[in-house]
């Protein structure tokens, strides 16, 4: 089964839920005035972790896919959870490096750890829990005709990063450098995510593609999205790779995953109050739907239990 119907099964029966139904980056309960917003995720070494990233690179990253689910929903993370499965021959010095990478990644994001579990398993697993609080949420649903549709940074550098890894492509050491910035060390959106709380209509962050994740605030908010190709935010080394293996630059950004960049709307109005780098993709309109250069776009990205990146 792919991840959808194993999520789809499981909605069927899972009926009870918060104020936010599921469905978002993350989950959320009202407070107050506010919103308490929780959201957990999963890193497995076999799926998640090339051989080439550090101990200290998985256990940043453990966090960092976490907090950016926060950040997606508009909130300020405030606290980390996690529980650890250790494979038997894991050794000491591995572990003592994934200590190092999530303690790194509590400083950068400024949150503390509130709770932590250990137990033995077939695979290393990391399975984080982010906390947050914002008191405007962001959601897939929340995308208006009118709205543009904005990206913050640049797209494509992960999975050009994976590209050069799983090829063992020749490029130049900045090229690579680059690349693998975003392939093993990527950062959340906090401050941005914090800001579009104030400003935005809606917002997902680039875990499974951007591709996908417009088709999801398509289907969540029943509008249509219409990108321009031209517009997309890419960096020179992901053309660079593209070339080298024959493929189209503008799929690798548009199928590259874990990139946790923020996809959002606003309407025209705000965006001049937007003070971080992003750029404009595209339009809300009215219908349903997702188009690029006016030809409808398939799903490009990452799918769990279906061999990874579909291009």
Known sequence: MRESEIIELFLKHLKRQGELPLGDDAGALKIGDGWLVATNDMLVRKTDVPDIMTPEQVGFKAVTMNVSDVAA?????????????????????????IAKGIGKALDYYGIPVLSADTNE??????DGIALGRTKRLLTRSGAKPGDLVCVTEDIGRALAGYLVWRHGLDV????????YEKFLEPKARVGEGAVLS??????????DGLSKELHLISRMSSV?????????????E????????????TEIALASGEEFELVFTVPPEKASELDFNFTVIGKVKQGDG??????????????????????
Do not use: C
Request: proline share 6%.
């Open 73 to 97: 929903m508009g909130a300020k993370p405030v606290g980390f959870l996690f529980s650890l499965g250790i494979p038997e021959e894991l050794d000491e010095a591995y572990l003592e490096g």
């Open 121 to 126: 398993a077939e695979d290393l697993i990391i």
């Open 172 to 179: 130049s050491p900045r090229t690579r450098e680059a690349l």
């Open 198 to 207: 104030k400003f935005a209509n809606s917002a997902i962050d680039i875990s």
């Open 224 to 236: 249509r999205i219409e990108i321009s190709s031209g517009r997309l935010p890419i960096r020179e």
């Open 238 to 249: 992901v053309y660079e790779v593209a070339e080298s293996l024959g493929m189209d630059p």
């Open 290 to 311: 997702v188009y690029i250069d006016g030809e409808p776009l398939a799903l490009y990205g990452w799918e769990h239990l279906a061999g990874g990146f579909v291009l």
